[in-house]
């Protein structure tokens, strides 16, 4: 088995060959680097399992979390995303240690492709380098705009039939957990904030002042 990269720690720099002034080509690009994300919930899970996969497949370096997919912090993923340069790679066990969503997740990997970054995921066999690849992020990405308008629609007909049952949800003084209910639902699925001030009845200052979207 060979031998496990330690899961943090100091980016190395990388060697840039340069051809001679008189070679119209210019400059090498630089050589690509492997880099690993692995993810744990609990302190009581074990990454193990994670890293022999990673390093296995080639990863030259692993940055790791522990915290729940629901969490917005995550340094590991953070640092990991920062080393990424043009032609490197992404390597994950599975996409769901790599987003807290499946929007997020299309976010995150939407970033990386602008950016010319690789993603594999090995549980999946997904490598955006290949075209089936490219074609299963599409779908993941289908997916999360198939879910996204479910959510809107499936909150905005509660409200409706909310409506017609004489509840009152015009214009709010307080802020019910109700409307906060609703409002984190809609803002999760991707909605925008002047579509669920709207379909709350309530306006875009409220929105912001207490859901911080």
Known sequence: MPQRPEP????EERPHQRRSAGDSRGVIDAMATTIGYARVSTTNQHLDMQLDALTASGCTRIHTDTASGALTARPGLDQALAELDDGDTLV?????RLGRSLPHLVATIDNLTKRGVNL???HEAIDTTTPTGRLMVHLIASLAEFERELTIERTIAGLEAAKARGANLGRPTVWTPQRAEAATALLAA???VTQ????LG?????IYRHANP
């Open 8 to 11: 943090v720690f100091k980016r």
């Open 92 to 96: 994950v066990w599975r996409l769901d």
């Open 120 to 122: 594999r995921s090995l």
């Open 190 to 192: 991707g909605a925008t």
């Open 196 to 199: 669920v001030a709207q379909a």
């Open 202 to 206: 309530v306006s875009r200052a409220t």
